[in-house]
């Protein structure tokens, strides 16, 4: 995802003192050449400076590679690989989080079952070997939609303006479907909302697809026809 400039040098000038301090001499050119590379993927250099506000000082390791494991709804899993370890972190919306080392700190409950995991090791037994794990890509390119996130084939984040109205093939966020089918003049409630999301679910949600993306925020077919 291309950040805006002031957003970018903003999270690049704190990776940067985070760098300085955290990382050995020896680490530190490795370090920033991975913040070099991703400064494009608002996920990564996020990731990047949470890992970085966390390390361990006895460590004071470099991040060497960042791999994509999965991605729902959004929220991204990822493994983070410097000279001796790997640790899990989840990033979305701008939000990281470290989850520990991969194969050695336990993973929350809530993050094994958001991603379909039932207990600790059936989540580390899914994505290993971790080295044959995708890389994550430079900048988020087809393979997932340009706003809320999610991959292809997966249903998007609800209010996400790439979404198509499965009743009139307009935009889902900007149609007027949503009101027509709850017989309201605006929705003013979360159980309004629960209530559309249930309707949605039962017409059948248009899930994302790369010939969305030139749609954001408004050119598909479903929109221009």
């Known amino acids: 995802m291309m950040l805006p400039e002031k957003s970018q040098q903003k999270l690049i000038g704190e ?16 370090a920033k050449k991975l913040v070099e590379k991703y400064k494009n993927n608002s996920e990564a250099l996020e990731v990047l ?20 494991l999965d991605t729902i709804q959004g929220v991204i899993l990822l493994a983070l690989t410097t000279a001796n370890h790997v640790y899990n972190a989840v990033v979305s919306e701008g939000q990281a989080q470290i989850l520990g080392e991969f194969n050695q700190d336990e993973v929350p409950a809530d993050i094994l079952q958001f991603f379909g995991h039932g207990m600790n090791d059936e989540f580390v037994k899914s994505y290993s070997p971790i080295e044959e794990q995708e890389e994550l890509a430079v900048e988020i390119g087809e393979e997932v939609c340009p706003a809320c996130q ?10 996400c303006p790439v979404e198509i109205c499965p009743w009139c093939d307009g935009q889902l966020n900007k149609c007027n479907c949503r009101f027509e089918k709850l017989d309201v003049e605006s929705l003013e409630s979360n159980a309004e909302l629960d209530q559309f999301q249930e309707l949605l679910e039962t017409k059948g ?5 790369p010939e969305q993306k030139p749609a954001y925020p408004g050119t598909s077919d479903g929109l221009d026809s």
């Open 205 to 209: 949600r248009i899930p994302y697809k």
């Open 49 to 68: 400076l949470e890992f970085y506000r966390v390390l361990p000082e006895t460590r004071e390791e470099a991040v060497v590679k960042i791999q994509r």
């Open 150 to 159: 999610v991959a292809v084939g997966q249903v998007h984040v609800l209010g």
């Open 15 to 30: 990776l940067d003192i985070f760098i300085e301090y955290g990382v050995t001499d020896s680490e530190r050119d490795s």
